[in-house]
């Protein structure tokens, strides 16, 4: 009866560390937006219904969206949105708006790491 505990001792401790492995190899939406800021800054298209669906999914406050938008090109709008996601959840949610706004091209680029 021991050794069946001891393998199944042993079987768990090997899934519980190949799940930490393959988890840590993941990359987060976080890293990978931190990563591609600059290309995505490039083609990212903010200004129709992306910024409206930040605020209204509470990534963005109004302040915030006011400040994004009060930049004059879009590249630094892009910037500006880009430096404030700053948690998992909001860069979830910033894909999920991209989705939302018909900008699956990004959601593509970041979800495959940029490839």
Do not use: W
Not at 39 to 58: C, K, S, T, W, Y
Not at 86 to 114: M, P, Y
Request: neutral net charge; contains cysteine; hydrophobic residues 45%.
């Amino acid at each position: 009866m021991k050794k069946y505990y001891i393998s199944h001792y042993v079987m768990v401790c090997l899934v519980v560390i190949f799940c930490m492995m393959f988890l840590g190899a993941a990359s987060s939406s976080l890293s990978n937006i931190m990563r591609l800021k600059s290309d995505l800054a490039n083609i990212i298209e903010p200004d129709f219904g992306l910024l409206d669906q930040l605020l209204r999914l509470e990534v963005l406050s109004r302040r915030e969206l006011a400040d994004v938008r009060s930049e004059r090109t879009v590249y630094r709008r892009n910037d500006a949105m880009l430096d404030l996601l700053v948690s998992e959840d909001q860069c979830d949610k910033f894909v999920r708006a991209l989705q939302r706004t018909g900008q699956q091209h990004i959601v593509n680029v970041v979800t495959q790491n940029g490839g």
